[in-house]
């Protein structure tokens, strides 16, 4: 908005330029020649002979040139000779007018073509390259324009969200609407003798509706809404994302009360170290935003939301009291929550009446609001595919697996010996897990395999929600996991590299169990590991001596081996049910837990 007035003002001063040299070069050039009348070619001999003859008006002689006028009023142009004897023949008539005309351009004239053209051209050029490289680059155009903050501006309900999009996040609603009523009514809180807060800090996991509910804010609150995201902020030239900051704030300034959203606000807000080589532009960026946020009064009604995944990168001058005063977590949804989100999605897609939500929720522990988002989809994908009109209990089944492990690869050709193996891999595991208290019931097998690399899986599914892990569980789990490699040793008298996936998930269990849940027989209660980013996958660091660590390996490598050594023992316990279970998933490809659990049992 305020980058007009610059940019005319500029644009004015180049067009005036260019429309006085136009002017000048007309006025020089043409303008001279306008009047005359055309102008013939003629020999220097033709010359001296209308001469010779008094045909000759009126002669004007250039440096090149020989211009005659004839009796008949024609005016002719000869190449000009050296002629020393000229003056004299045209005297020597008598009534012939002559004149010598000077070709050269006057000073005034050198002084605009030699100096002020080129100027005015090369300001043209820059204006056209900067504009150019300023759209193909983004950053540029910006730079040029001196930190703008391009923050979108959203009025009420612009952005289409409401807090009723948000499903489950009960905790973080609840924070977010005082924040808003805050804006509405703050004689309410002033009464009190409340202060305002300047900033919440919304985190979590990716995909758990961060992004969403500042919308949902936005589309709640009656007061403007600035949202931004921190990789705005950063800038080719040094200084120009604190300006950015700057301009920000004052706008927000102007507006308030309102609401500046910062999404992914580690970009800017990085742990500033003390690293001489460390990165300027970011940390005067956000020594900006500091400044900034401390410089607010809390009565003007600026609230400061951000977001961002890796809290625990943050920079604490970011989060002391005062500038970010509040957390709010966006955990990853429950049961209660994953049913929430399913219904509030569905909502948009045409169902088959009889849908079991909660069956849906249970079969997803884990999954995140954008995954459960795209469960839906996936399945009101399906149903268009295979021509129904309405989205029923399979689709959501079966795009939950294409979730979990990709699309069915339907032409993917498996020898009947490998797909041997695999059914004995797949009930293996289903074998071991239903033979175990501690576990979870088996919901569906199949050897189908899927876009992920994934030739057969075993699903479990527990009853309710879970959150907390008993060793025995784990255990059970790590049984459960040794079980296909347990079957195809058993069976098959050979080891596959079908396991890989369950020997990773296998250690990592195991590794956790001695490093972080004090689960082992060797060690106490000790924290062997820490973990950083808990929200990115959670990489852990090991924290103890080399020594240590040696013996870790080998705590891990024991607890594995009695686990695939009591799985093995399930098995050959129960070989009678192993072959025939294993030779009814051949048989079917996918069965469901009904089906396993009747044949186990009869
Ligand atoms: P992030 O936390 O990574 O910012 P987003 O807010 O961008 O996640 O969420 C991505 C999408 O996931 C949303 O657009 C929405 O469709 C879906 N989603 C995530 N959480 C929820 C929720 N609690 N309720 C409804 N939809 C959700
Ligand atoms: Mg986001
Ligand atoms: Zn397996």
Redesign the pocket.
Same mark, same amino acid.
Do not use: E, R, W
């Given at each position: 908005m305020n980058e007009k007035p610059d940019n005319n003002k500029q644009k004015n001063l180049g067009a005036l330029l260019l429309g006085l040299v136009l002017l000048l070069a007309f006025n020089a050039l043409i303008l001279p020649n306008l009047g005359a009348p055309a102008m013939k070619d003629a020999d220097y001999s033709y010359f001296l002979e209308q001469v010779d003859e008094g045909n000759v008006q009126k002669v004007e002689i250039t440096d090149s040139t020989v211009n005659f006028t004839t009796d008949d009023e024609q005016v002719y142009s000869a190449v000009r000779i050296d002629d020393p004897d000229l003056v004299e023949r045209l005297s020597k008539d008598g009534n012939i007018e002559f004149s010598g005309v000077s070709t050269q351009p006057s000073t005034l004239q050198t002084f605009l073509f030699a100096w002020v053209l080129p100027i005015v051209i090369m300001v043209i050029v820059w204006n056209i390259i900067f504009k150019s490289l300023g759209k193909r680059m983004g950053g540029l155009g910006n730079a040029m324009s001196f930190g703008k903050s391009n923050a979108k501006i959203y009025v009420k309900a612009q952005t289409g969200k409401t807090f009723d999009? !948000? *499903? &489950?996040?009960d905790e973080a609603k609840e924070a977010l609407k005082e924040i808003v009523d805050f804006l509405h009514t703050p004689e309410k809180y002033a009464e009190i003798g409340a202060d305002l807060p300047k900033g919440a800090l919304l985190v &979590?996991p @990716?995909? #758990? &509706?961060? #992004?969403?509910l500042a919308q949902a804010v936005a589309g709640e609150a009656e007061v403007p809404f600035f949202s931004i995201s921190g990789s705005e902020f950063v800038e080719m030239f040094v200084g120009m994302g604190a300006a950015k900051v700057r301009d920000l704030f004052s706008q927000a300034a102007e507006k308030a009360p309102c609401i500046v959203f910062i999404d992914e606000i580690d970009t800017i807000g990085k742990k500033r170290d003390g690293n001489i080589s460390g990165n300027d532009e970011r940390e005067q960026t956000l020594n900006q935003l500091l400044t900034e946020m401390d410089g607010f009064d809390g009565k003007k009604g600026v609230v400061i939301l951000a $977001?961002t995944n890796r809290p625990e990168s943050l920079d604490p001058a970011l989060l002391r009291p005062g500038r970010f005063d509040r957390r709010i977590p *966006?955990e990853l @949804?429950d049961l209660a929550g994953r049913e929430a989100?399913l219904r !509030?999605?569905a909502k948009k897609v045409r169902l088959s009446e009889d849908i079991d939500f909660n069956a849906i929720a249970r079969a997803t522990a884990g999954a995140?609001? *954008?995954e459960l $988002?795209n469960i839906v989809n996936e399945a009101a994908l399906r149903a268009v595919r295979n021509g129904r009109s309405a989205v029923d209990q399979s689709d959501l089944e079966e795009s939950v697996e294409v979730v979990i492990a990709g699309y069915q690869r339907k032409n993917a050709v498996i020898s009947r010996k490998e797909k041997e193996i695999i059914a004995y891999h797949e009930i293996g595991h289903a074998l071991v897990a239903a033979m175990q208290k501690d576990s979870a019931p088996v919901h569906k097998i199949t050897i189908i395999p899927r876009t992920s690399g994934a030739l057969g899986y075993t699903m479990q599914v527990d009853e309710g929600e879970k959150f907390l892990m008993t060793k025995e569980e784990a255990l059970a789990k790590l049984a459960t996991l040794t079980g296909g490699r347990s079957a195809e040793e058993l069976i098959f008298n050979t080891c596959t590299s079908g396991a890989s996936n369950d020997i990773e998930q296998a250690t990592k269990l195991a590794r956790a169990m001695v490093t972080r849940y004090g689960m082992s027989e060797t060690f106490d209660m000790l924290a062997l590991e820490t973990v950083s980013n808990k929200y990115l996958g959670g990489d852990s660091s090991l924290a103890c001596s080399p020594e240590t660590a040696a013996r870790i390996d080998d705590e891990v490598n024991s607890i594995v081996k009695s686990a695939h050594a009591k799985a093995v023992k399930i098995l050959s316990d129960n070989i009678e049910k192993l072959h025939e279970l294993a030779h009814y998933l051949l048989d079917k490809e996918t069965i469901t837990g009904e089906e396993f659990m009747a044949i186990l049992n009869s």
């Open positions: 999009d !948000v *499903a &489950g996040q &979590g @990716p995909g #758990t &509706g961060k #992004t969403l $977001a *966006a @949804p989100i !509030v999605h995140s609001g *954008a $988002a």
